[in-house]
């Protein structure tokens, strides 16, 4: 294959070529214990621990599936607006593969358990519906380790190693049907699909949706037409995205990619790339196979899935609150715009502002102090503001200590420096660092006297009248002070001395 070595610079990719984007996404489930057997799924346990004759493939073991994983499943199902089938059965997809020890996966085919949904995105202010061609059950593969080598990948590795904890925990595949029309928004919809769906999944309980961990995992493809062809092109899948970020760029260079693979007059080539995080490129992976070559047929083992209408309904009557619908609930309580919503969405914050008011402080201090200092913490540290070592509780602990002027903002900083510090409550780092705000007369009295004859040309000018000069002695008084001074009694002090007598 000739090898194209230039991309195509975005903008002018997009004049030539419209995208159509697809996502297939793979959710480890949250129950106790695997799709087909009692063993559990626990992450990070002692390799090949969690394992027995059926999530082996022992000659002669027999798989039962799991209620909870069904119920799960259908959960999701519904989230998404799905049809549940009333009868399906499971299939088996046979490939040889290390990490696969029966040699065949149990998946669906031609019957999942969930088809024809949708879900609703917001980019930009715009909503792109995003349909939903079908979500089915299926058990996970064993993890390979390749040791030795540079990348932790196969090439140029010594040897192997192999962990079957993970084979056989049941896994969902939600895969949306293609998405045409959104133009160079396209990457920022496929970001904003995973996010959207990574939330609702949250909310339904039914994964732990770390895509660190791998329980949330993405397969992206991307194809490009010729602007105004009746016909799609021919569509790339990367595989195994692992961030949102990294969903927007693998979807943002193969826009770049193709468009000079197909402005050099060559044809793309269906295969799966895998994607690169180091520098946002992808790269060919396999070509990719028909499902035919997986040979499927009914497995033999299982009887088939027939959830009741009653329990399906059962299961409907108890969905939560869907993120969308609590996005503009708390919108309209908090009394925030559109933007204000987007940043506390997009930076994490939305349930910790949450917790917060819900712990006694206004909607405004919350978001003050989540977005603003703490923020700053989580960015410095590289940290998730959820991972910080604050609480809402200790937040709004704070805010009302402010609130009741025990402490300025400049005292409420070091104090949440402080619980972050581990030094312990808000009210421990107050007593332990002797952080409260001055505002006793007596002892801003002296501070006010001190102020007033340092500086007596400012001193002048109030006794003249012009109060805003005020403000250089009340500065004098918080650096005297450290910050502790009560500003506004102090400034209620001065006037007092300079104005009355
Ligand atoms: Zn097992």
């Known amino acids: 294959m000739t090898r194209v070595a230039e991309l195509v610079p975005y903008d002018e990719a997009l004049t030539r070529y419209e995208p159509v984007i697809g996502l ?30 059926v999530c082996l493939g022992l000659p002669g073991s027999l798989p039962v599936v799991n209620r909870v994983a069904i119920e799960y499943t259908i959960r999701i199902g519904l989230a998404l607006n799905c049809s549940i089938a009333s009868w399906c059965r499971f299939a088996r997809k046979n490939y040889f593969y290390p990490d696969m020890p029966k040699n065949f996966q149990i998946s669906q085919y031609d019957e999942p358990l969930c088809t024809d949904g949708w879900i609703d995105v917001d980019v930009d202010g715009q909503t792109v519906r995003v349909g939903i061609e079908r979500v089915h059950l299926e058990e996970d593969t064993g993890k390979s380790l390749h040791m030795g080598g540079a990348t932790g990948r196969i090439h140029g590795a010594d040897y192997s190693l192999v962990d079957y904890n993970r084979a056989g925990i049941p896994l969902v595949e939600i895969v949306t049907k293609p998405v045409p029309g959104t133009g160079a928004l396209a990457p920022v919809v496929a970001r904003a699909y995973v996010t959207e769906l990574r939330d609702l999944l949250r909310a339904l309980a039914v994964s732990d949706v770390r895509m660190e961990e791998g329980s949330l995992r993405c397969d992206v493809n991307t194809s490009l037409a010729r602007r105004g062809a009746a016909e799609w092109g021919t569509r790339t899948e990367t595989k195994n995205v692992n961030s949102f970020r990294s969903v927007e760029r693998s979807v943002r260079f193969e826009i770049e990619r193709q468009a000079a693979v197909l402005d050099a007059g060559q044809r793309v080539v269906q295969e799966t790339r895998h994607f690169h995080e180091n520098d946002g490129t992808t790269t060919a992976g396999r070509s990719k196979e028909e499902a035919q070559d997986y040979r499927y047929f009914p497995e033999p083992d299982l009887v088939p899935v027939a959830p009741d209408a009653a329990w399906v309904e059962q299961i409907r009557a108890a969905l939560p609150e869907f993120p969308a619908a609590r996005r503009a609930r708390l919108q309209s309580q908090w009394g925030v715009t559109d933007l204000e919503m987007a940043a506390l969405t997009n930076s994490g914050a939305l349930d910790l502002v949450e917790a917060t008011v819900a712990a006694g402080a206004t909607p405004a201090d919350a978001r003050k102090w989540w977005l603003g200092e703490l923020a700053r913490h989580a960015n410095e540290s590289g940290a998730e503001l959820s991972e910080l070592a604050i609480t809402p509780v200790d937040v709004a602990r704070v805010s009302a200590l402010v609130q009741a002027r025990t402490l300025n903002d400049k005292l409420a900083r070091q104090v949440l420096e402080g619980v972050l510090a581990g030094e312990g409550s808000p009210d421990d780092v107050v007593a332990a660092r002797g952080l409260a705000v001055v505002s006793d007369d007596s002892a801003l009295t ?55 007598s």
């Open 24 to 53: 297939e996404t793979h959710v480890e489930l949250g129950t106790i214990t695997k799709m087909f057997c009692g063993c559990p799924t626990t992450f990070g346990l002692e390799p090949n621990s969690a394992v027995c004759p």
């Open 446 to 500: 002296e501070a006010v006297d001190a102020a007033i004859a340092a500086n007596p040309d400012i001193a002048a000018k109030v006794r003249e009248g012009k109060l805003s000069a005020a403000g250089a002695l009340v500065g004098a008084v918080m650096t005297a002070t450290r910050g502790q001074a009560d500003a506004t009694r102090a400034r209620e002090l001065i006037l007092q001395r300079l104005t009355t």
